[in-house]
């Protein structure tokens, strides 16, 4: 393909999947669950990855991808640089999104809800279960920060391997750790024949309980 404009016109059919009332899990995390197991034994490329939208102190939206490393009933875990452009959006406006773009599989999965932070505990264990190249990396690069030159960053992190060798312990930046995002609204989408899509919302009404809609495609 030379054209771009192939790509502009292509109308692609959503295939025969649907997703009906009586297809549920009972709660949306069980759901979740199910999709995203199925996204992985589908071979979706990363299948855990979710753009994170949020809103940062002047009212902007920003979105960009990150990697869902926990799911559980209290919400969907990430880990970052709080000191980010995302953390210093979070530590303004709590509110933001999750959208999970599966598009091979002709769904999508949108949450929204409002984030905390993990606890050190947990952020702890998640930073001991990265590699050690990716602790390096972790500490040397002060996320969203302008930089000179690759140069000084690569320098940065072999300083660091000098000083932590692969194999020794390298600490937690402070700055290095967890949000979770406490969903309110989750949708299920699964694409159909003629743009004839199903969308499901499950919307928190109160601490254990979901209501659940279809919305017109
Ligand atoms: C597939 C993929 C996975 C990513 N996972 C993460 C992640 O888990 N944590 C993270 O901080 N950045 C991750 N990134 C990089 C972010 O998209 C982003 O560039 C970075 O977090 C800085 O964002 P910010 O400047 O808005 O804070 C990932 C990028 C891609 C493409």
Redesign the pocket.
Known sequence: MTDPNEALSRHTDYGIERLDESDLAGDPFAQFQLWLTEAAQRGVY?PN?MV?G?LDSAGIL????????QIDERGFA????RE??????IAAHSGATLLFPWYSLHRQVLVTGTVDLVSDDESEAYWQSRPHGSRIAGTASR??QPIASRTELEERVQALEMRYPEGTDVPRPERWGGYRVAPTRIEFWQGRTSRLHDRLVFTRADADAWSLERLQP
Do not use: I, M, P, W
Not at 64 to 69: E, H, P, S
Not at 78 to 81: E, L, M
């Open positions: 990363e990855a994170l949020t920003q979105s960009r991808t990150v990697l869902l490393r990430f880990y970052t640089d980010s452009r995302k953390g210093e959006a996320q969203s």
